[in-house]
């Protein structure tokens, strides 16, 4: 297609998401393709947003490519967000790509696919803003979100890694941290003062590895799904865990609250800051004000595709 050509395209790789091998087979393939483009490659936190607000404000047409996991994304997401001449893609090179799975699990593939993806459609997806940190998938706080901080200690476990390091940070955050944390949470008509579990914001659908809070939101309708879990027994979390990460949070409605577009807010009762994880990337803070963006960003994926949710 002649549009792809007349554009630049921006590749952000994170080596430590790949093997040395693999990032310089990547590297070929990006150089294969024959088209006016750039290759950065990340160092620290935030190359990845710099590296994409800079071709953002050029005021050229871009496509930016973050090639590594949910974190490199996020950065490049944050970079990008509000631009319309620019767009952003996951090339899968990490650990998580939880987001790609809204395009469903067996095509996560599809995105190595260089060729498809630049001269893919784009779409303009919701972001989620905790504060002041943007999100495209799920800002979530509470006991998932130091699970999520936890688990990568255990992505270097022998055969453990994506859903099996989610579980054991799960086990160990449940036995020796607890469950409940005292926070007051107010969203919509739900005034809450007590102890919470979690707290999930959703615009995507997947998270820690393959979890699946809510299955039918869609990322581009301007509307967040937000579940609230109060404090549970550790024979109940371990009961409900699957249900809740298959979507099933309908059929537990005293324990889990939901409510649709109304930001949330959630404050600490303690002097200890609470813990949010935005697509995978924490942030601290005793209170956290999360809702929707004014901003967006455009997302590009392999003609064909869909993220609409699967019956």
Not at 81 to 94: D, E, I, K, L, R
Request: glycine content about 12%; aromatic content about 8%.
């Amino acid at each position: 297609m002649e549009f792809v050509r007349t554009m630049k395209h921006i590749f952000i790789i994170n080596p430590s998401a790949g093997k040395k091998r693999s990032t310089r087979a990547l590297v070929d393939r990006i150089q294969a393709l024959e088209l006016p483009h750039e290759i950065v490659f990340t160092e620290k936190a935030g190359d990845a947003r710099r590296a994409a607000r800079g071709a953002a404000e050029s005021g050229e047409d871009v496509r930016v490519y973050a090639c590594g996991g949910d974190g490199t994304l996020n950065d490049a997401v944050n970079g990008a967000a509000g631009f319309a001449n620019a767009a952003v893609t996951n090339v899968p090179t990490g650990t998580g790509n939880d987001f790609l799975k809204i395009f469903g699990r067996e095509n996560k593939a599809r995105f190595t696919d260089l060729r498809a993806l630049a001269e893919g459609p784009q779409a303009p997806m919701d972001l989620i803003d905790c504060n002041g940190r943007l999100g495209i998938d799920i800002v979530c706080t509470g006991l998932d979100a130091r699970i999520a901080v936890d688990k990568d200690r255990y992505n270097s476990f022998p055969l453990v890694s994506g859903i099996g390091a989610y579980a054991i940070s799960a086990v160990a955050n449940v036995l020796v941290k607890g469950i409940g944390v005292p926070t007051v949470v107010d969203c919509g008509d739900l005034h809450f003062d007590g102890e919470t579990a979690l707290v999930c914001v959703c615009s995507g659908r997947y998270y820690g590895g393959g979890f699946m809070p809510v299955g039918d939101n869609m990322p581009d309708d301007g509307l967040l799904e937000v579940l609230v879990v109060r404090k549970v027994s550790r024979l109940t979390f371990f009961r409900l865990l699957r249900q809740y990460g298959s979507g099933k949070y309908r059929s537990y409605p005293d324990l889990i609250w939901y409510r649709q577009g109304f930001p949330v807010t959630v404050r600490s009762k303690t002097r200890e800051e609470l813990v949010a994880v935005v697509d995978g990337e924490p942030v601290r803070s005793r209170e956290l004000r999360i809702g929707l963006s004014d901003k967006k960003v455009n997302f590009f994926y392999p003609a064909g595709l869909s993220y609409g949710p699967k019956p």
